[in-house]
T-cell receptor, first 111, second 113 residues
């Protein structure tokens, strides 16, 4: 089976750092992806990990541990515009290359 | 703008009816994915096509069907609509499914009344 877990909601203050965790159990693994989605809008790609370790992209970083089935997205220097849902997704390795999404973490950034 | 185009953007229809949602992938992309997102729910994978052939099926109801045409655009057909089918339907595309990401269209809002 496939299961992806993320916290439902998080709150943080402008300028702070927040870490959004994601744990997964999937029958196959070919990469972990993070997307940002504002309400009613399309998800937009943030980062991608296929090997263990940290990937840094400006204010956003993502970490992966395949042995633990664990990833996190780190957002630094939070801005009000970062208030959105953050979706963790795993890509299947069975050759179908389908992406399975978690239910997302709704982040509220407070002034 | 991701380059993925979906039409219509909004659609209101009655229960029991049938609708077709259309997706044009980014230029050069061979893979098309369809997802359903109900209010406050995650993205539910429906189906994946690659170069005209079905590659993977998710939680797609029998009342729903899809296809990808030779010009690579795709259509999602929803029939015998129920109130619970009201959702945002996203199409996404990628070059071949193995690239670093998939790109989402703006979605089609379907309201069944």
């Amino acid at each position: 089976g496939q299961n992806i877990d993320q916290p439902t909601e998080m709150t943080a203050t402008e300028g702070a750092i927040v870490q959004i965790n994601c744990t997964y159990q999937t029958s196959g693994f070919n990469g972990l992806f993070w997307y940002q989605q504002h309400a009613g809008e399309a998800p937009t790609f943030l980062s991608y990990n296929v090997l263990d370790g940290l990937e840094e992209k400006g204010r956003f970083s993502s970490f992966l541990s395949r042995s633990k089935g664990y990833s996190y997205l780190l957002l630094k220097e939070l801005q009000m515009k970062d208030s959105a849902s953050y979706l963790c997704a795993v890509r299947d390795s069975s050759g179908t290359y389908k992406y399975i999404f978690g239910t997302g973490t709704r982040l509220k950034v407070l002034a | 703008d991701s380059g993925v185009t979906q039409t219509p953007k909004h659609l209101i229809t009655a229960t029991g009816q049938r609708v077709t949602l259309r997706c044009s992938p980014r230029s050069g992309d061979l893979s098309v994915y369809w997802y359903q997102q109900s209010l406050d729910q995650g993205l539910q994978f429906l189906i994946h096509y690659y170069n005209g052939e079905e590659r993977a099926k998710g939680n797609i109801l029998e009342r729903f069907s899809a296809q990808q045409f030779p010009d690579l655009h795709s259509e999602l057909n929803l029939s015998s609509l129920e109130l619970g089918d009201s959702a945002l339907y996203f199409c996404a595309s990628s070059v071949d499914g193995q690239g670093p990401t998939i790109y989402f269209g703006e979605g089609s809002w379907l309201t069944v009344v």
